[in-house]
């Protein structure tokens, strides 16, 4: 794991793995670790099993090894700095995956609900935007690369602080 | 100088390679003259590089733009825009 | 449970209770109930070991029973209306609770992370504003009912719609 | 006619009754005049209703402003401003 670019005075813990999470569980980490938090907010993406061409059966995801965990800690650095955050937990995962599987988790925990529902969602965005991975998703229609939205740069583009 | 680059996802389907080591001649010290020299490569490549499709860059794990220089032992990537999360 | 008082045509599961909650097998089966959503977003509030008038031991929430359940489904009925949500999955503890303990829990499926983020942190702001349910802080200090914060209700207010 | 009342948290305490059911005089008609006739009943009631601290009231299971109607056989509830979530 890299050493955050950025100061992360609260709990920070980073993964990118091929194996599944239990939600309950790093959730329940992420709380032994914030002892005075009072809200935690946490993000799950799942494999649709629709894709644009039909129906999918899987998707692999490729990414920048030395880059992703640097990005992803990145990432978590800009929010700790923009928002009173006690502890932060991502997992992206890698490699094969099946329609419904868990790709990712965003956790923030903090004193009060907002900061945590921001710090949760600005996250999403910047790892949708910045983060170096890619989706292949693989059905009866074949295979092909997801295309990037434009939809989230212009999410990623809405946290910009003025000046 | 001599540099390491990468390849993912569809580009590097595309050039069908995933990492190289080249050796770059003077005056191509930065991401946009890169792309140029590799683009005299050929067919594939001059699309890759210069066709519709976006092609984003990292020096050393940071994202860069166009202009970024690089420099003497450098890790270039050279990739789609990204779709995680 | 009351009948839900709007339209609900996704997935909607709602509980006062006094027992404790397991969020992660409470986001197995929202997701089991959604098979088509690609996010889920969660809120969990917790009990916090601090009062404004010193260390906490632990809380009282009263409820008036007839009406909470009526007025959560309003509130995710409400939700259901502005975004396309697959399912929702609240729940709220009542009675005696320790420092630390969840109090909580509000759970959005949805195809895409705005709307579940968005419908998830509407469905706070309106629980903490409108839902009838009232807490009571038990510590060193002796007991004090908590005071409603006008945060609270401008945090409601956001959510407008115009005209 | 005839209403039940309820009360909860903090006003429960201060008027120390859980609910009641009441006959209201002709003319009580909504909740602030219902407020007004609690009142009547001395110091804590006035000052409850009449002092610094909000009072909200449901009738039948929904949030109600002041001018709500309240009719025979109606649950009227009044509580603190809710601090739930």
């Known amino acids: 794991m890299d050493t955050p670019s950025y100061p992360s005075p609260g709990y920070l813990n980073i993964s990118v793995q091929?194996?599944?999470?239990?939600?309950?569980?790093?959730?329940?980490?992420?709380?032994?670790?914030?002892?005075?938090?009072?809200?935690?907010?946490?993000?799950?993406?799942?494999?649709?099993?629709?894709?644009?061409?039909?129906?999918?059966?899987?998707?692999?995801?490729?990414?920048?090894?030395?880059?992703?965990?640097?990005?992803?800690?990145?990432?978590?650095?800009?929010?700790?700095?923009?928002?009173?955050?006690?502890?932060?937990?991502?997992?992206?995962?890698?490699?094969?995956?099946?329609?419904?599987?868990?790709?990712?988790?965003?956790?923030?925990?903090?004193?009060?609900?907002?900061?945590?529902?921001?710090?949760?969602?600005?996250?999403?965005?910047?790892?949708?935007?910045?983060?170096?991975?890619?989706?292949?998703?693989?059905?009866?229609?074949?295979?092909?690369?997801?295309?990037?939205?434009?939809?989230?740069?212009?999410?990623?583009?809405?946290?910009?602080?003025?000046? | 100088m001599k540099i390491t680059i990468l390849y993912f996802a569809r580009i590097k389907e595309v050039v069908n390679y995933s990492s190289e080591d080249v050796v770059l001649p003077d005056g191509v010290e930065t991401i946009v003259a890169l792309k140029s020299w590799l683009s005299g490569r050929g067919e594939t490549w001059r699309k890759l590089f210069h066709g519709s499709g976006v092609v984003r860059a990292a020096i050393n794990h940071e994202l860069v733009d166009d202009m970024a220089t690089v420099e003497e032992g450098d890790e270039v990537a050279f990739f789609p825009p990204v779709t995680g999360g």
């Open chain 1, 18 to 163: 091929s194996e599944d999470f239990d939600i309950g569980l790093e959730l329940q980490q992420l709380k032994a670790a914030t002892p005075q938090a009072g809200a935690l907010v946490n993000f799950v993406g799942l494999v649709r099993d629709m894709s644009v061409d039909g129906k999918l059966n899987r998707m692999f995801i490729e990414h920048y090894p030395a880059m992703t965990e640097k990005a992803l800690h990145h990432i978590a650095g800009q929010a700790f700095q923009r928002w009173p955050l006690l502890g932060v937990r991502i997992i992206h995962r890698v490699g094969t995956l099946a329609a419904q599987a868990q790709i990712v988790l965003v956790a923030a925990a903090s004193l009060h609900r907002q900061a945590a529902f921001e710090a949760c969602a600005f996250m999403m965005d910047y790892l949708k935007a910045e983060a170096p991975l890619w989706k292949k998703e693989i059905g009866d229609f074949g295979e092909h690369w997801v295309e990037a939205r434009t939809s989230d740069e212009q999410a990623k583009q809405q946290w910009k602080l003025p000046g």
